[in-house]
């Protein structure tokens, strides 16, 4: 990122916000450009902004802003917006992304016991772990997710009241 931030209301808390938000998302796979994109989303103002303005408040260049943008869009953690009368594209992060995201556990969750069973399938000879660890897993989260999401929910009706 560079030092053109300043233009971007970008102050030195909300910089180590965005750094802090790619460093942890980088950690876990997703990327340093994407997890700024989602830092950078989180704390600007306003909270829907163009391509170019993204790329200029990051110092990344236009490619790697459209690719990370289509990617979180695919994944749902970004969304395109339109203002009326204005050709350009904004995003955002989505309303209560964060909930919304965990929430789409389940899909996961159905997911993996897919693989899991086909997995049990075609068993391999050796370190039946490989397999078997992931039909365990699956197993802890198709029992514990459904407390755990009606538990969400309840903290966030008592959190909204």
Not at 55 to 78: D, F, K, P, Y
Request: glycine share 8%.
């Amino acid at each position: 990122m560079t030092d053109d931030k300043a233009s971007h209301d970008l102050t030195p808390e909300r910089l180590a916000y965005v750094e802090r938000v790619a460093d942890y998302w980088q950690a876990g796979g997703l990327g340093h450009a994407a997890g700024a994109i989602l830092g950078y989303l989180s704390v600007c103002e306003p909270a829907a902004q163009t391509q170019a303005e993204i790329a200029s408040a990051l110092g990344l260049s236009a490619g790697t802003v459209s690719t990370q943008l289509r990617n979180l869009a695919g994944v749902e953690m970004v969304e395109k917006v339109r203002r009326m009368g204005v050709r350009t594209h904004f995003y955002q992060l989505p309303q209560d992304m964060w909930v919304r995201l965990i929430g789409s556990e389940d899909r996961r969750i159905a997911g993996l016991r897919e693989l899991a069973d086909m997995g049990a399938d075609v068993m391999p000879a050796t370190r039946h772990d490989r397999i078997v660890s992931l039909d365990q897993m699956v197993r802890f989260f198709e029992h514990e997710w459904p407390l755990l999401s009606k538990r969400l929910e309840e903290f966030l009706r008592k959190e909204e009241s």
